[in-house]
């Protein structure tokens, strides 16, 4: 699975949107791009996730670059409750299960 | 629909006991993950279950741990015996194989503290 950089902590104001990047230059072209977040010590929870498209569900859009070397995630209107770690990860997804491999993702702060 | 489920919750033992922890996945996922996370480290891929078979186990720190998956279904991660190092938050997650991506669910994990 390709590495992927993020930077390590970011603030936010509540309501205003979060935009949070990653970098995955060495991304192979089956490679998944996820975004999953850990609020407090719960267990990661799914955002999203994009092959080459930008994507948008209930919760979050992920933007990924034409070459694909790096992606934002951005949830819209953050709330005090998005406070939590985000984690970007790229992996092979579409044919069976793979190992996902955390960084230390990125600390996002949403501020009243 | 239930989600990835774990049990116990939280349990403290002393050096040199057993625990064993259970998962139970998603109905009909076939693939089945074990995590850790120890104090202050990220998080750590342990073991990846396909049905009853170990397909990666790669990531199990020593012959301490030992994951079953008798019959497909619900996981077991047994620590024997317990040393202090092994105290962390102990997570489970599953997928099934398709199209599309393959979205791995987590559950809200085991945390286990060695006294």
């Known amino acids: 699975d390709a590495k992927t950089t993020q930077p390590t902590s970011m603030d936010c104001a509540e309501g205003r949107a979060a935009n949070l990047p990653c970098n995955h230059s060495?991304?192979?072209?089956?490679?998944?791009v996820y975004w999953y977040r850990q609020i407090h010590s719960q267990g990661p929870q799914y955002i999203i996730h994009?092959?080459?498209n930008n994507e948008t569900n209930e919760m979050a859009s992920l933007i990924i670059t034409e070459d694909r070397k790096s992606s934002t995630l951005i949830l819209p209107h953050a709330t005090l409750r998005d406070t939590a770690v985000y984690y970007c990860?790229?992996?092979?997804?579409?044919?069976?299960?793979?190992?996902?491999?955390f960084g230390a993702g990125t600390r996002l702060f949403v501020k009243a | 629909e239930a989600g990835v489920t774990q049990f116990p919750s939280h349990s403290v033992i002393e050096k040199g006991q057993t625990v064993t922890l259970r998962c139970d996945p998603i109905?009909?996922?076939?693939?089945l993950y074990w995590y850790r996370r120890v104090m202050g480290k990220e998080i750590k891929f342990l073991l990846h279950?396909?049905?009853?078979?170990?397909?990666?186990e790669s990531g199990m720190p020593n012959n301490r741990f030992l994951a079953e998956r008798t019959g497909g279904t619900y996981s077991t991660l047994k620590v024997q015996p317990a040393e202090l190092e092994d105290s962390g938050v102990y997570f489970c997650?599953?997928?099934?194989?398709?199209?599309?991506?393959?979205?791995?669910?987590f559950g809200e994990g085991s945390w286990l503290t060695v006294v």
């Open positions: 997650a599953s997928s099934q194989i398709g199209l599309g991506g393959n979205t791995i669910y």
């Open positions: 109905s009909g996922h076939d693939n």
């Open positions: 060495t991304i192979s072209g089956n490679e998944y």
């Open positions: 279950f396909v049905k009853e078979s170990k397909q990666d």
């Open positions: 990860i790229v992996r092979v997804g579409n044919t069976g299960g793979f190992k996902t491999i």
């Open positions: 994009g092959l080459k």
